[in-house]
């Protein structure tokens, strides 16, 4: 990464960008909680040249629920890049009935660019292609609970995908990955919850667990048929005065004819961090990962992390995969425990960073 230290420069400047001080951020809080914080946003990475736009962050309370239950958020963005990429992405989580009920999902649009270096553990990152991607995507998932902890539901989630780089390569080799063609892709997905975590955005103990299943029919607005099924275990644990001790397990396996860009990959800002965008796409994957989260002084945050990540469905040890760091926080909002994270990661191929908000899990 030849311009490493330039694309930190200008990270470490927008941190300071997004700091929430009276010249910087629009802040609304009125007597009913609801926090509405609008921020100007800029990065640059060498794939997306210089990205400009803005982000808001909506924490509220639906009507009718007390003072003391979980809050809903809309994390809503657009940013437009020197070379022409547009970015629009609006992430929701919703509580109802004292968290009972929970809505979830995404709405967004995008025209980016994705790199990609083949499948399975033994792809090489020297065989990066990078490729444009235009697609809207729509996602939603709607969850009762049915005894205290447990909630059970179903949703949908739709893209459609536009890879005029990669139909060029369908064209001329057999090495294209499988969904290379684009086009529309409906998975309906059955979801399990268990969810005893103390608070939201920051959760100090209880645990958290999720089962998926994604089912797509061609025959049902998609133009692939295939299955996929993830399992997500998270515990936190208050240790001492030291802070707190965060812990996952995640995995996902696909059927043989899944998308490439619907298989579990590494890395993402929440899983594995330090390895570039989707170095490693396979049709299984299972990760173990631990962070330890600390106070620093007043609004900021420390925290350090590892990850171990198998790749393939063939057990093999070469196939693991490493990667550790550590980064800082600085809250938004105390009350809720809204923040704003940057981490590096490194990896034996190198290192990458991540600039986001609230923490990775």
């Not at 509405?36 to 982000?55: D, K, S, V």
């Not at 139909?167 to 005893?196: F, I």
């Not at 696909?254 to 961090?273: K, N, V």
């Not at 990760?287 to 350090?304: C, D, H, K, N, V």
């Amino acid at each position: 990464m030849g311009n490493s230290s330039i694309r930190i420069a200008i990270i470490l400047a927008s941190v300071l960008v997004l700091l929430p001080r009276q010249s910087h951020a629009q802040v609304e809080n009125d007597s009913s909680g609801i926090d509405h914080r609008l921020l100007p946003l800029a990065f640059y990475l060498p794939e997306t040249g210089l990205a400009l736009g803005g982000l808001g962050i909506l924490t509220f309370r639906l009507p009718g629920e007390n003072s003391t239950s979980r809050p809903s958020q809309i994390i809503y963005s657009a940013a437009y890049t020197t070379r022409g990429q547009l970015l629009i992405y609006a992430p929701f989580e919703m509580y109802a009935k004292d968290g009972k009920r929970r809505h979830i999902g995404e709405i967004g649009y995008y025209r980016y660019s994705y790199s990609y270096y083949g499948l399975g553990p033994d792809s090489e990152l020297d065989d990066e292609l990078v490729y444009r991607a235009n697609f809207p995507r729509v996602q939603y998932t709607s969850l009762w609970e049915v005894i205290p902890g447990l909630l059970l539901g179903a949703g949908a989630k739709y893209d459609h995908f536009s890879l005029p780089d990669l139909r060029n390569l369908t064209d001329s080799c057999a090495c294209a990955p499988p969904g290379a063609e684009g086009g529309n892709v409906m998975m309906w997905s059955a979801t399990a919850v268990y969810d005893t975590r103390d608070v939201l955005f920051y959760p100090t103990q209880g645990l958290f667990a999720q089962l998926v299943h994604d089912r797509s029919w061609s025959s049902v607005l998609s133009d692939y048929s295939f299955s996929r099924w993830s399992a997500d275990l998270r515990a936190y644990l208050e240790v001492g005065q030291v802070g707190i001790l965060a812990s996952r397990i995640y995995g996902m396996r696909t059927t043989d004819d899944t998308p490439f860009y619907h298989q579990p990959y590494i890395s993402s800002g929440s899983l594995s961090r330090g390895f570039p965008d989707r170095r490693f796409i396979s049709d299984q994957i299972l990760s173990w990962q631990q962070e330890l989260r600390f106070p620093i002084r007043g609004r900021f945050y420390g925290a350090g992390f590892y990850s171990f990540t198998h790749v393939g469905k063939e057990i093999d040890t070469s196939h693991m995969q490493w990667s550790l760091g550590g980064g800082v926080r600085y809250v938004l909002d105390e009350a809720e425990g809204t923040r704003i994270r940057l981490d590096v990661g490194v990896q034996r191929e190198g290192w990458n960073f991540y600039l986001t908000v609230n923490e990775a899990f």
